[in-house]
Nanobody, 115 residues
């Protein structure tokens, strides 16, 4: 059974950095697209960054140049390096994986950026 577990969230001042990790238990491969999403209070969940088969990456404009998505296939771990954090980055961050047509989500990790 595939499970995704995020970690690394917390409280940080504006301008600070955090690194989120998402460990995949069960079978995973570098061919499985993965991504980071976030959901702020009162808002819909939105995509932040994606990594596809072959490790092609993309990030949304609001975090471009500040956030970097990567993965360690040997460790079955997805990362999101977040630099120069802003209060508007405050949200619950979720990792996501698509495998053989099934979509998996982690439980989320809270990121709070103070002014």
């Amino acid at each position: 059974q595939v499970q995704l577990v995020e970690s690394g969230g917390g409280l940080v001042q504006a301008g600070g950095s955090l690194t989120l990790a998402c460990v995949v238990s069960g079978f995973a491969s570098s061919a499985d697209p993965m991504g980071w999403y976030r959901q702020a209070p009162g808002k819909q969940r939105e995509v932040v960054a994606l990594i596809t088969a072959g490790d092609y990456t993309t990030t949304v404009d609001s975090v471009k140049g500040r956030f970097t998505i990567s993965r360690d296939n040997a460790m079955n771990t997805l990362y999101l390096q977040m630099n120069n954090l802003k209060p508007e980055d405050t949200a619950v961050y979720y990792c996501n994986m698509i495998q053989r047509g099934a979509v998996y989500w982690g439980q989320g990790t809270q990121v709070t950026v103070s002014t």
